[in-house]
Every structure is written in C-alpha cells, then in structure tokens.
T-cell receptor, first 115, second 112 residues
C-alpha cells in the first residue's frame, strides 16, 4: 500500500467551515496527488506536489488549496466548504524510479459530507 | 479534457466467463494504465501498456491498445467472484507529464 494513510477517514461538516485533510506517506516519495471521486466523473485531479513547497493545480482546483512543508505530508484545505465539495477524496503517490515510475499508489480515501 | 471513457458503464457476468471492458481517450498518450477499485477502497494498479505496445498480458489480464483509434480494452479471463470491482483506465500526456487522467470506470459484477 506504499505506506499511505489519510486522516480523517470520514468527516461531516457544515457549509462555510474550513476543512483540512491530511495525507501521510512513509516512503519518501517526491510526487503526491489529491483527487476527488464523484459518481459519473471518475477521479479528477485537484492539486499535486512535486516536492516540498512545490505544488501545482489540477483539473478541479477551484475552492481548494494545498501545502507541503514536509516530504511525508500533503495537506488539502477547503477554505470554506460548500455542498458541491461533498465527495470522496483520495491521496496518491508516484514512484519516480524503476519499472513502477509511472504508476500511482492510492490511500484509502476520506469520505467528506458537507451539509 | 483528456479524460477517458469506459464502456460499458456496468457489466454483469457469471463466474468463469470472460469480461471485456473498453476505454477511449482523446489525445496522444505516453502510456495507458488500468486500475481496479474495490468498494470503499482506493485504486490499485493492474497493468501498464506503453504507446508503442499493442498487447500485454499479466496473469488472467490481457490489455490491448490501438493508438490509431485512441482506444484500449481490458480482458479478464475465467472471472471469479473476487474480480467484482470497478475498473478504470488512466492515461498520461506525452513524456514528461506528471499527471494521470482517469476514465469514469466500468462496474464489473461477477455472479458466483
């Protein structure tokens, strides 16, 4: 499972409140990703990181920010949660060497409900 | 968007039968990957096929790629109840890309 954990695993919050999701990895991978998964849309990339303090936007970045102050942690923040951000959020890492260099390994997911 | 689309959206078969699911994508790619997702879990990588390959095998999995048609297929032979899951294709752009674009998935149900 590439040593990826996500916290919390489930969260219920109210519209307008800030929410931070954490992704933690134990294997020192350079690339980390945040996706959201919604019925009919598959997985869509929110933000990704290619190193400490190096991040870039994905396909659906509006309303989200990220931070990576340490190699092992990649944080996703919803500054003011909206009901449209109800989703399942997945973190992933990518190896950067060897035969697995182009595959991604996923965490268990965080189920977020915004009321 | 480069996002792929899987076909069919859902597939139900009897144990022992073969399952075929298809993926179409929109732009040139470096490689195409297939992932599996069990209910309530994260995605797990199954197989990767490069743009210069036409067919690849891994155990009971067979993947084909037709870059002229921008399509791929995943065949699972002699299906088992444990193969019940959603299957996604994912593509990247040309070399140097950092991101994958996932399709919408095929939900496979294998009936014991």
């Amino acid at each position: 499972d590439a040593g990826i954990t996500q916290s919390p695993r489930h969260k219920v919050t109210e519209t307008g409140t800030p929410v931070t999701l954490r992704c933690h990895q134990t294997e020192n991978h350079r690339y980390m990703y945040w996706y959201r998964q919604d019925p009919g849309h598959g997985l869509r990339l929110i933000h990704y990181s290619y190193g400490v303090k190096d991040t870039d936007k994905g396909e659906v970045s509006d309303g989200y920010s990220v931070s990576r102050s340490k190699t092992e942690d990649f944080l996703l923040t919803l500054e003011s949660a909206t009901s449209s951000q109800t989703s399942v959020y997945f973190c992933a890492i990518r190896h950067t060497a060897g035969t697995a260099a182009e595959t991604q390994y996923f965490g268990p997911g965080t189920r977020l409900l915004v009321l | 968007s480069q996002q792929g689309e899987e076909d069919p959206q859902a597939l139900s078969i009897q144990e022992g039968e073969n399952a075929t699911m298809n993926c179409s994508y929109k732009t040139s790619i470096n490689n195409l990957q297939w992932y599996r997702q069990n209910s309530g879990r994260g995605l797990v990588h199954l197989i990767l096929i490069r743009s210069n390959e036409r067919e690849k095998h891994s155990g009971r999995l067979r993947v084909t790629l037709d870059t002229s048609k921008k399509s791929s297929s995943l065949l699972i032979t002699a299906s088992r109840a444990a193969d019940t899951a959603s299957y996604f294709c994912a593509t990247d752009a040309l070399p140097g890309a950092n991101n994958l674009f996932f399709g919408t998935g095929t939900r496979l149900t294998v009936i014991p």
